[in-house]
């Protein structure tokens, strides 16, 4: 068997169906925004929930990032991935800037879970490369990368409780509250995400020290049913990027027909 046909057969498929499946609520809840709120009607009310952003939100949110830290344990070359994603950011940002300047549409984004992830990346590089001069023992480093995962997430939980504002948009990616910051479309601090992703990699580095799948005995049913799931989670970056304005543009010309119809 070829090397590439092993790493086929090894891929951890569930990653890509787990990542998928979140990148799919949200790209369902996206579109259900710009129906609500950009187009007008009167439909998909449970963004008004509280039910939804206190449960379903944050499970999209902990599914993607957290697999996203694990897949990072099974990266070659996390540098390298970082890199792609912090152009990613960027050009979603300076993209995001001329759109609301120029064209009048809201839709500004300076630091989401792109930007997030781009800095999980970064810093478990980061780890690996201080581990690996050290020579570190692996067990040491998930205890530490584990107490600091979840010190960052009870911070980041109660970091809204803190009597605390600041017009330095340089403490925006921590979470702070800023004065005088323009709206955002979207937005996801470090904390307390970064500290989902931390322990994404540690579950990593737990489960998949093989880098091979745990579920290698699936039936050709399974096969079939998760594979365009898997397509999704394999390519999320690039169907991240292009699917607000493709779904707004789709919108927009049913919306469009639908008025003239009237």
Not at 181 to 193: K, N, S, V
Not at 225 to 245: C, K, N, T
């Amino acid at each position: 068997m070829s090397a590439k046909k092993t790493m086929a057969k090894d891929r951890a498929w569930e990653l890509d169906f787990l990542r998928g499946i979140a990148l799919i609520m949200m790209l369902f809840m996206h579109m259900s925004w710009d129906v609500r709120y950009e187009f007008g009607a009167d439909l998909f009310s449970y963004l008004e929930k509280d039910w939804f952003w206190s449960f379903v939100h944050p499970i999209i949110v902990v599914l993607f990032v957290s697999v996203s830290g694990i897949c990072c344990t099974l990266s070659r070359n996390n540098v390298k991935r970082g890199l792609k994603l912090l152009g990613a950011s960027l050009v979603l940002t300076l993209v995001t800037f001329l759109i609301t300047k120029f064209a009048g549409i809201e839709c500004l984004i300076i630091f989401n879970v792109l930007a997030v992830l781009t800095c999980g990346v970064f810093l478990y590089a980061l780890i690996s490369f201080i581990e690996k001069k050290t020579k570190a023992k692996a067990n040491a480093v998930n205890l530490i990368m584990g107490l600091v995962g979840l010190y960052i997430v009870i911070c980041g939980c109660n970091i809204g409780y803190m009597d605390y504002c600041t017009d330095n948009l340089l403490f925006l990616p921590i979470g702070f509250e800023i004065s005088g910051a323009p709206w955002m479309a979207d937005y996801m601090p470090l904390f307390p995400w970064l500290g989902v992703f931390l322990i994404g990699c540690v579950i990593g580095r737990i489960c998949y020290k093989d880098k091979k799948t745990l579920f290698a005995g699936r039936g050709k049913v399974m096969k079939a049913i998760a594979r365009p799931v898997e397509f999704i989670g394999r390519h999320s970056l690039i169907i991240y990027l292009v699917h607000q304005p493709l779904v707004y543009a789709i919108l927009f010309l049913i919306f469009m027909l639908i008025n003239g119809v009237r």
